[in-house]
């Protein structure tokens, strides 16, 4: 482990319910259930209502699972980050042996009802990406490399391949599309915001990009992966998945994104910091939407032919 220097605060109230929901991070538990749900119902193969909504909710566990094991090993990172300081292990509220047991417990739960409810297939994947973003990431690439959110994004980016999986039982090229969707958004996202939190990640010793290269080359970076990006989330507009709604979400997003990234790469520091970062944190604001737009479209391609047959 990284060495901080960091004491936990002592346990002083029991824990909430509250608190243990906190544990599983449900703002990325959100993304994790819509991008998964996407996944689901843009398949060529329909599933049970019933079966539908049990798969997804175990999906939901598993990352649930994910992140209380990702608070347990990283509550010392946490302590002395601004960003995670309030979160349930280092203020106090729920001790790292219990995240540590809940996330164990939720995870053996998730991947073998997910293969009870849906198919092995789907479970295997689950289990991948809970092993991929504790082990691979939270306790390699996080605290070893700056290629720690490169790498580490595959984990964020199978739940669509999971839905797609529970709904056919295999694999296929529009399930990888989505996952290099979020594969390759991944970077400039984290990066964008390791722009104005760089002090936040030096002083946990986190080796993030602006750590070990400096915010110019971070700048260089988020516009290097942008522009294929941008030319990924377009393209995908033609395939089978995507339709003229996402070709018109597709083009006006990534103009936006492009735009954000390229005015980061022109900027000095003296410039970002004499306005206080705001074009970085404006380009990191439009990130929270630009998956959930692109998943949305995607999502509307695949219930428009139906909602039409309704409605002719």
């Not at 970076?221 to 597709?250: D, E, K, N, Q, R």
Request: net charge neutral; aromatic share 14%.
């Amino acid at each position: 482990m990284t060495d901080i220097s960091y004491q936990p605060q002592q346990q002083e109230t029991e824990a909430s319910l509250g608190d243990y929901f906190a544990l599983m991070k449900p703002r990325v538990m959100q993304l994790v259930v819509f991008t998964a749900l996407v996944g689901l119902l843009a398949a060529p193969i329909s599933v049970h209502p019933v079966i539908g909504f049990a798969s997804i909710l175990f999906v939901a566990i598993g990352a649930g699972a994910s992140g209380a094991l990702n608070m347990w090993w990283d509550a010392d990172i946490d302590g002395v980050m601004t960003r995670t300081a309030k979160r349930p292990v280092p203020a106090g509220k729920v001790t790292a042996d219990e995240a540590k047991v809940l996330g164990f417990a939720l995870s053996g739960l998730s991947v073998m009802m997910l293969a009870l409810s849906a198919n092995l297939l789907a479970a295997a994947l689950l289990a991948f990406t809970i092993f991929f973003y504790v082990v691979i990431y939270s306790m390699w690439l996080k605290r070893w490399t700056p290629q720690n959110i490169v790498i580490g994004g595959a984990a964020g980016a199978f739940p669509p391949v999971i839905g797609w999986v529970i709904a056919t039982g295999s694999m296929s090229v529009e399930a990888w599309l989505m996952f290099a969707l979020i594969f390759m958004w991944t970077p400039p996202h984290f990066w964008a915001l390791a722009l104005f939190m760089k002090e936040d990640y030096h002083n946990a010793g986190v080796p993030m990009l602006t750590v070990t290269h400096g915010r110019k080359s971070t700048r260089a970076h988020v516009l290097a992966y942008t522009v294929p990006l941008a030319l990924l989330a377009v393209g995908t507009a033609f395939t089978s998945i995507g339709g003229p709604v996402y070709l018109a979400v597709a083009v006006v997003l990534n103009a936006l994104f492009l735009k954000g990234a390229y005015d980061i790469w022109c900027r000095n520091e003296v410039q970002a910091e004499a306005d206080g970062y705001k074009v970085e944190k404006s380009f990191f604001r439009l990130s929270l939407w630009y998956l959930f737009a692109h998943f949305g479209a995607i999502l509307a391609e695949a219930l428009l032919p139906a909602a039409w047959g309704i409605w002719a």
